[in-house]
Nanobody
C-alpha cells in the first residue's frame, strides 16, 4: 500500500508564504514524479508544480517565480514553497505521486486560504 502524508496548509494573508510537504511511503519501488495540483471551488484541478526523478521541474505559469518545488535527499518527500501568495492561490492542494512504471496515487489534499 502507498501513503502520502500532506501538511502545511492554512490561512495566510496576501503576500505571505507557506510551505507544503508531502511524504510518500509504502510499497514503492521507484518514484518517477511527485507534484502538486490545486483545485479551487468551481474550478478544474490544475497542475501547480512537478518534479521528476531526474530533478526536472515544471510550473504553472501563474506560479512561476513565486513557488518552488523541491525534495529531500531520499526523494520521498516533496516540498512546495509558496511565496507572495495571492487570494487566487486559495485552493485545496493535493500531492500526486507517479511510481512503479506509471502507477499513480493522490493525497487527500490540504487547504490553502489566502486572505486579501
Amino acid at each position: 500500500q502507498v501513503q502520502l502524508v500532506e501538511s502545511g496548509g492554512g490561512l495566510v494573508q496576501a503576500g505571505g508564504s507557506l510551505r507544503l510537504s508531502c511524504a510518500a511511503s509504502g510499497s514503492i519501488a521507484s518514484i518517477e514524479a511527485m507534484g502538486w495540483y490545486r483545485q479551487a471551488p468551481g474550478s478544474q484541478r490544475e497542475l501547480v508544480a512537478i518534479i521528476t526523478s531526474d530533478s526536472s521541474t515544471n510550473y504553472a505559469d501563474s506560479v512561476k517565480g513565486r513557488f518552488t518545488i523541491s525534495r529531500d535527499s531520499a526523494k520521498t518527500t516533496v516540498y512546495l514553497r509558496m511565496n507572495s501568495l495571492k487570494p487566487e492561490d486559495s485552493a485545496v492542494y493535493s500531492c500526486h505521486l507517479v511510481y512503479d512504471y506509471g502507477r499513480d496515487y493522490w493525497g487527500t489534499g490540504t487547504l490553502v486560504t489566502v486572505s486579501s
